[in-house]
């Protein structure tokens, strides 16, 4: 009985450092899951997949081996024990400009790149614990390595997934990035999971306005005016986000902005996502104006990148090929 006490013990205060380590690197919220398979997870990823809702983004089904590594943190660290889950809150209190010559980003790609931030974070934390125990051996996850960030937040007692499908916390409302860190260290696991407080609320399915949330937690991308901005390569938008498209030209926050939970909201203490040059919306034309070193340059370690400059130039137009549209049909009303 004394031993298996000490070990309880022993387990508890080598958590009980880890999370006071992470929150001291500047996270927010910090929890450890038992490195399982994620079972139930995998299955609604699979029906998700087969219903063609991942669009274009064919890297999400590549094969039966990518989604198994997406599922099951064993198959990325063979010895993996834990899975120490954070979430850093990303908001600044900032708006975006109300001006249909300008396009509106996404509030969690104003400042850098948030793979760099969280990833140079964990990596801090992991050099940290293998410093405590020279056994210690991980693996850092920030979307380089195939992880389930929201199955696993929500887990480690993080949050609950909302009908938009974001995360929710309730200190911080959704504007929150994910990570983990898997390890094949023994720890106390966190078992208490938060209640879905969502309730009847359905103003994020209301909100949206290509009804790209077909159902409570479900995301037809091929609808979502973010993917269509972001990871979409056509060389034109469809045609029900091009009509909807609402001043948006990379991303959208529109199922967040309603979210009842992110009156909740805090200033982040993470200066890297203040608004780069102040900005969290772009002149149209001067996005048409850009050159690939200019992009390069402007975009580098952030976010926008990822759209690349045929992307970005191309959401540029529809707006305000959009905006024109409205105006020639604002003019015959008054004749």
Request: hydrophobic fraction near 40%; include cysteine; charge should be negative.
């Amino acid at each position: 009985m004394f031993t298996i006490k000490q070990d309880a013990e022993s387990l508890a205060a080598r958590s009980a450092k880890i999370k006071a380590q992470a929150l001291a690197e500047g996270f927010h919220k910090v929890g450890i899951a038992q490195a399982v398979s994620l079972d139930e997870e995998r299955a609604h990823l699979e029906e998700w997949l087969r219903r063609g809702f991942h669009g274009e983004m064919n890297w999400m089904a590549r094969d039966r081996e990518s989604l198994l590594r997406r599922t099951d943190p064993r198959l990325i660290l063979p010895d993996a024990r834990a899975v120490v889950s954070v979430a850093l809150n990303y908001y600044t209190p900032r708006e975006h400009a109300d001006d249909p010559t300008q396009g509106k980003i996404s509030r969690y790609a104003w400042g850098d790149d948030y793979h760099d931030v969280l990833g140079a974070k964990l990596k801090r934390l992991l050099l940290w614990i293998k410093e405590q125990w020279t056994e210690a051996e991980g693996k850092v996850c920030v979307d380089a390595q195939p992880a389930m960030d929201k199955a696993w937040a929500v887990r480690a007692g993080l949050g609950w997934v909302g009908k938009h499908s974001n995360l929710i916390t309730r200190e911080y409302g959704s504007w929150v990035f994910l990570g983990e860190l898997v390890l094949n260290l023994d720890l106390e696991y966190d078992t208490e999971t938060i209640e879905d407080h969502c309730g009847t609320c359905t103003l994020c399915l209301e909100a949206c306005p290509t009804d790209a949330i077909t159902e409570a937690r479900v995301v037809d991308s091929t609808r979502c005016i973010s993917y269509a901005t972001i990871e979409l390569r056509q060389d034109e938008l469809p045609a029900r986000v091009a009509a909807n498209q609402q001043g948006w030209l990379y991303g959208c926050d529109i199922c967040q902005d309603v979210c009842p939970w992110n009156r909740f909201e805090q200033p982040t203490t993470e200066t890297a996502f203040e608004p780069r040059l102040d900005e969290t919306s772009l002149p149209l034309l001067k996005v048409l104006e850009l050159t690939l070193d200019e992009h390069a340059a402007r975009f580098r370690r952030s976010p926008v990148k990822r759209a690349k400059l045929h992307g970005l130039q191309r959401n540029a137009t529809a707006l305000l090929t959009r905006a024109s549209g409205n105006k020639d049909s604002a003019g015959k009303g008054k004749n």
